[in-house]
């Protein structure tokens, strides 16, 4: 059963930085792109970073040059790096896998199959 596990969430003040993990068990995930999407409260979720095991990677337009996506496949695990947080970034997030298809990292929900429960980020000004 692959299954995907969230932490790392948390409140920080507007400036500050928090690392996301996502730890995957029940299967390789070399073997699946993967993603960032958050959901703020009262909108719909969106892709933050995708990546595949190749390395390559996708920002969205508001998590390039604050965030980093990478992976460690030793330890079958994926992280985001979120620095200069900003309040606008509070949202519930979740670490998604999808079929690596074409080795291209995506940030659409749809090519997305398995989802973690989600962690708490909340940024106050």
């Known amino acids: 059963q692959f299954q995907l596990v969230e932490s790392g969430g948390g409140s920080v003040q507007a400036g500050g930085s928090l690392r996301l993990s996502c730890a995957a068990s029940g299967a390789t995930f070399s073997s699946y792109r993967m993603g960032w999407f958050r959901q703020a409260l009262g909108k719909e979720r969106e892709g933050v970073a995708g990546i595949v095991s190749a390395g390559t990677t996708r920002y969205s337009d508001s998590a390039r040059g604050r965030f980093t996506i990478s992976q460690d496949n030793a330890k079958n695990t994926l992280y985001l790096q979120m620095n200069s947080l900003v309040p606008e970034d509070t949202a519930m997030y979740y670490c998604?896998?999808?079929?690596?298809?074409?080795?291209?990292?995506?940030?659409?929900?749809?090519?997305?199959?398995?989802w973690g429960q989600g962690t708490q980020v909340t940024v106050s000004s």
């Open positions: 998604a896998a999808g079929p690596r298809l074409n080795w291209i990292p995506s940030l659409r929900e749809n090519d997305y199959h398995y």
